[in-house]
């Protein structure tokens, strides 16, 4: 006599309560997701916000805007972390960066004593001796963050600006929405296209967006 044995199995009650689990969990991730996506633009926008901030700071207390304080003997003479300066204004103050439009991220010039005097006094943190790519801070979405003069700005755009790179096209629009008009080629917010794990330059006359496109990259700038 062959014995047989009952086959268990899942009952349909049992399985939609692993598909509701199941969906449950996904929900989850997904809402994770969007709440650290949301988290970054907000920092972005501080980002933004608290350069312009610095720079209106340093201005009130040495009427003259940082990078275009000078001459460099003046700044060195101030001590503390001003001896560790190297760059003072060139030619002199005028009220405009002298910045490369190829070198936003990795800052020469007025756009690298950008940097120094806003360390050197205080109002954002590291060493004034710090140059190159090193200079240009850390933003929200991994890239850095650089300033630009008026001359070798995103085309149509007016005077000195502060610029985020290697932005999710998603985010870009919502920080464009949040700060100016949601139009990357027009107000004081323009964005240029850039790629993915590359901080790119949004200067030298470069046109700025006509849209965003959500699985692009975007250089996004803001006038100081």
């Given at each position: 006599?062959?014995?047989?044995?009952?086959?268990?199995?899942?009952?349909?009650?049992?399985?939609?309560?692993?598909?509701?689990?199941?969906g449950l969990l996904l929900a989850?991730?997904?809402?994770?997701?969007?709440?650290?996506?949301?988290?970054?633009?907000?920092?972005?926008g501080n980002e933004l916000a608290?350069?312009?901030?610095?720079?209106?700071?340093?201005?009130?207390?040495?009427?003259?805007?940082?990078?275009?304080?000078?001459?460099?003997?003046?700044?060195?003479?101030?001590?503390?972390?001003?001896?560790?300066?190297?760059?003072?204004?060139?030619?002199?103050?005028?009220?405009?960066?002298?910045?490369?439009?190829?070198?936003?991220?990795?800052?020469?010039?007025?756009?690298?004593?950008?940097?120094?005097?806003?360390?050197?006094?205080?109002?954002?943190?590291?060493?004034?001796?710090?140059?190159?790519?090193?200079?240009?801070?850390?933003?929200?979405?991994?890239?850095?963050?650089?300033?630009?003069?008026?001359?070798?700005?995103?085309?149509?755009?007016?005077?000195?600006?502060?610029?985020?790179?290697?932005?999710?096209?998603?985010?870009?629009?919502?920080?464009?929405?949040?700060?100016?008009?949601?139009?990357?080629?027009?107000?004081?917010?323009?964005?240029?296209?850039?790629?993915?794990?590359?901080?790119?330059?949004?200067?030298?006359?470069?046109?700025?967006?006509?849209?965003?496109?959500?699985?692009?990259?975007?250089?996004?700038?803001?006038?100081?």
């Amino acid at each position: 006599m062959k014995s047989f044995k009952k086959q268990a199995g899942f009952t349909l009650v049992e399985i939609a309560i692993v598909l509701v689990i199941v969906g449950l969990l996904l929900a989850g991730v997904l809402k994770g997701q969007e709440l650290i996506a949301n988290s970054r633009i907000k920092a972005g926008g501080n980002e933004l916000a608290s350069i312009s901030a610095a720079n209106n700071s340093y201005v009130d207390r040495f009427r003259r805007m940082p990078g275009d304080d000078g001459p460099l003997a003046t700044l060195t003479a101030r001590g503390g972390q001003w001896a560790n300066v190297t760059v003072g204004s060139a030619p002199g103050p005028n009220g405009a960066l002298v910045s490369a439009g190829a070198a936003v991220f990795t800052p020469v010039l007025e756009s690298l004593g950008f940097w120094q005097h806003l360390r050197a006094a205080g109002f954002i943190t590291g060493s004034p001796a710090t140059i190159g790519a090193a200079a240009a801070p850390q933003n929200a979405f991994g890239g850095l963050i650089g300033v630009i003069g008026a001359a070798a700005a995103v085309t149509g755009a007016n005077g000195n600006a502060v610029c985020l790179s290697q932005v999710p096209g998603t985010a870009a629009r919502a920080l464009d929405a949040q700060l100016d008009d949601g139009v990357p080629d027009a107000g004081g917010v323009r964005a240029t296209l850039g790629a993915a794990g590359v901080n790119t330059n949004p200067g030298a006359a470069v046109a700025a967006a006509t849209g965003y496109v959500d699985t692009s990259v975007y250089t996004v700038c803001r006038t100081l």
